[in-house]
């Protein structure tokens, strides 16, 4: 943790990602409490001084150096062109940023060949996306609710999506997706060239990313017979190699194993199959390679 000389100057994002940010800190050790201002939460170890800001006044604020490290959507981090380093991607608030159409207005699934009018929130990623596609366009920015501009004020939208549901509702299709965007962690550069700040940085990092691999994970313990070791070690996935054990006795062994917690519905069955018994899984807190 970094020491008050080295006090890192934290901004977490104030609206519907705020809670996703905030869990992840209390899990890596640093909880937040309301403080007497709203927008200054006070952390639960010293060494940080926190802010709330909304995600696009992040990336200027860490831009302009004014807060050294931030968690921000990397959409608003394509959209200002921000000169930042990425340290770690959450996986917190997947998105994608699509180009969408009311469906009547397409042609065998593609944009007309005629003048269209595209709006977006996003001007920068906006205007690109018309350049690159060589389209005859005219840019409208709006300011939120940008799916219920078509068909009447505009042809186009480029906005960010989660599951296609609000778009769905609004009569639009994805034309084509323009980029993926999810919450990640963004230091200054000014605050990278102190070493102190450095320092205290790379811890974070390392206490953040240690939960965000955690929660990818699920640590598997069994009981095998020693005539069937190795056709359970063989199915086992683990990050480096299983731990093992022998049973009092001698005639099994113990194996543990942290797991993709994703292929944990198709490995229990296998390992059972196996030979594997007494098989217990449990949540993983925090992983340091």
């Known amino acids: 943790m970094p020491t008050e000389s080295a006090s890192l100057h934290l901004a977490i994002p104030k609206g519907r990602i705020q809670s996703g940010v905030i869990d992840l800190l209390a899990a890596a050790g640093i909880g937040l409490r309301s403080g007497p201002r709203g927008y200054r939460p006070v952390p639960s170890v010293p060494g940080y001084e926190v802010k709330l800001l909304k995600p696009q006044t992040i990336v200027e604020m860490l ?3 004014s807060r050294d490290v931030g968690f921000t959507g990397a959409d608003w981090v394509a959209e200002t062109d921000a000169d930042l380093v990425e340290l770690l991607n959450t996986g917190l608030d997947p998105v994608q940023m699509v180009a969408a159409a009311p469906e009547h207005l397409l042609e065998d699934g593609r944009l007309p060949q005629r003048r269209l009018v595209v709006a977006s929130e996003y001007p920068r990623l906006a205007t690109q996306w018309i350049a690159q596609r060589g389209l005859d366009a005219t840019f409208v920015r709006s300011y ?4 219920v501009f078509p068909p009447e004020d505009a042809d186009v939208i480029v906005d960010i999506t989660a599951t296609g549901e609000t778009l769905t509702a609004n009569g639009l299709v994805i034309v084509e997706e323009v980029m993926r965007s999810s919450t990640r962690l963004y230091a200054s550069s000014l605050a990278l060239d102190t070493p102190e700040k ?19 994970r699920a640590m598997v313990e069994l009981n095998v017979a020693g005539d069937r070791l190795e056709s359970v070690i063989d199915v086992l996935p683990c990050m480096r190699e299983p731990t093992i054990a022998y049973l009092h006795g001698g005639s099994a ?8 917690r994703a292929a944990l519905a198709s490995l229990l069955p296998s390992l059972k199959e196996r030979g594997a018994t007494d098989i217990v899984v449990t949540r993983l807190e925090q992983i340091v390679p």
């Open 63 to 65: 831009a302009a150096g």
């Open 144 to 147: 939120g609710a940008t799916e």
């Open 198 to 216: 450095k320092t205290a940085i790379e811890a974070l990092v390392l206490g953040v990313q240690s939960v965000v691999e955690a929660r990818t």
């Open 253 to 260: 062994l113990s194996v543990k194993a942290a797991v993709p």
